[in-house]
């Protein structure tokens, strides 16, 4: 596992140029992330979140995410009825940036990932989202931003929810 340095996203990024951040959220019983065949995050029971964030918005989108994922009852409670959230379950949650969940495939054959952020815009905004979480109380373990990963988990359920937030609202 590594630490991921908070070093805000302000410096780093007009909150101006964020459109939207989207996530991917699978509750998992176990997840992990390798780069270079060496294991550097793994998480049990949780949620793996894969965040792809595009352009030309607020940074507030960053901190309704945060408290959506963090609020979301996804985990079967003592009936087995989604019920507890992933902090009720004592659970972990495991941070992956995907630019490509912002893929256009409508034409062609190759996917264009125009609105992706450019990295120098996303990087920060993950580090911002990890930061929330994590100040939410969640313990929270993420990829290398840019990397080529090795993403390993075991869907639980499976439940699997995509999350678009856009000027400071929930869109999906």
């Known amino acids: 596992m590594r630490d991921v340095p ?4 302000g410096a780093l990024y007009s909150p101006a140029r964020i459109r939207s ?3 991917v ?3 998992v019983s176990r997840a992990s992330v390798e780069v270079g065949g060496s294991e550097i995050a793994r998480i049990a029971l949780g949620l793996l979140l894969l ?3 595009e352009e030309d918005d607020g940074a507030e989108d960053v901190r309704v995410a945060a ?3 963090f609020g979301l009852r996804l985990f079967p409670d003592a009936d087995g009825k989604m019920n507890l959230s992933v902090d009720q379950v004592g659970g972990e949650v495991l941070v992956v940036s995907q ?3 912002l893929g256009d495939a409508t034409r062609g054959r190759r996917p264009s990932f125009t609105k992706a952020a450019p990295p120098e815009v996303a990087e920060p905004v993950v580090a911002e989202l990890i930061h929330h979480l994590e100040a939410l109380g969640v313990r929270t373990a993420s990829g290398v931003f ?3 990963m090795k993403v390993e988990l075991v869907n639980d359920g499976p439940v699997t929810l995509l999350l678009d ?4 609202k929930v869109v999906v």
Do not use: H
Not at 6 to 9: D, K, P, S, V
Not at 165 to 168: A, S
């Open 67 to 69: 408290a959506k994922i």
């Open 21 to 23: 951040v989207r996530v």
């Open 51 to 53: 965040v792809g964030v």
């Open 165 to 168: 937030v856009r000027q400071g």
């Open 25 to 27: 959220i699978q509750r």
């Open 6 to 9: 908070y070093r805000g996203i």
């Open 146 to 148: 840019g990397a080529s």
């Open 99 to 101: 630019f490509t969940l």
